[in-house]
């Protein structure tokens, strides 16, 4: 079955630590996206891919950093400059150019706690 | 200016009402539109796509009204499986998907 894969599902990490977060899609996407929701808020946008070796920041892309380098691959990486790490982190993925009207697909999501 | 403005509730009603929810957004340019439904501590799924005519399924309808800028989902009949958080989402020009904050919906026996 085609899907999305985050890993891992909790995660764990001392302040001043960077940590990479997975996500990996066999859905043959071109545009793949990473959203930051916290408690009782909606998800904003930090990175977002259009095609491989490129992507573009969204609204909070501060602190983070993502790289490219395959179609279905697009990993998170938290620095230890972000200054509220501890977020529900979700990856999606759409058809792009030529699917108008496609909707985002979602991994189940990583939950990152930062103590 | 938020990309997108969602009332977030809570709205509680009985089992078999009918709830209606609504959604504004700014950008004129936007191109498509969706409302999915996320459930406590899980990612949003899609749930209905909004198409200019507005479109149903089941006991669910969508409404896009581009003058006015704002979306709608209608439940009728509803259901104890239908609490969760309502997400309005809106597809801007350059595939940026923004979402409302969510309206949470509990259904009461």
């Known amino acids: 079955d085609g899907g999305i894969t985050q890993s891992p599902k909790y995660l764990f990490r001392k302040e001043g630590q960077n940590v990479t977060l997975s996500c990996e899609q066999n859905l043959n996407h071109d545009a793949m996206y990473w959203y930051r929701q916290d408690p009782g808020q909606g998800l904003r946008l930090i990175y977002y891919s259009q095609i491989v070796n490129d992507f573009q920041k969204g609204d909070i892309a501060e602190g983070y950093s993502v790289s490219r380098e395959k179609k279905e691959s697009f990993p998170l990486t938290v620095t230890s400059a972000q200054k509220n790490p501890t977020a529900f982190y979700l990856c999606a993925s759409t058809g792009f150019p030529s699917s108008y009207n496609s909707p985002l697909h979602f991994g189940n999501g990583t939950r990152l706690t930062v103590t | 200016r938020k990309e997108v403005e969602q009332d977030p509730g809570p709205f509680n009603v009985p089992e078999g009402a009918t709830v209606a929810f609504n959604c504004t957004y700014s950008n004129s340019a936007s191109q498509s539109f969706f409302w999915y439904r996320q459930d406590c501590r899980k990612e949003p799924k899609l749930l209905m796509s909004?198409?200019?005519s507005g479109n149903e399924d089941g006991r669910f309808t969508a409404q896009l009204n581009r003058a006015s800028q704002y979306i709608s989902l209608l439940i009728r009949d509803s259901k104890l499986s239908d609490s969760a958080t309502y997400l309005c989402?809106?597809?801007?020009?350059?595939?940026?998907?923004?979402f409302g904050t969510g309206t949470s919906l509990t259904v009461i026996p």
């Open positions: 989402v809106v597809n801007i020009p350059g595939n940026q998907f923004y």
């Open positions: 909004v198409y200019s």
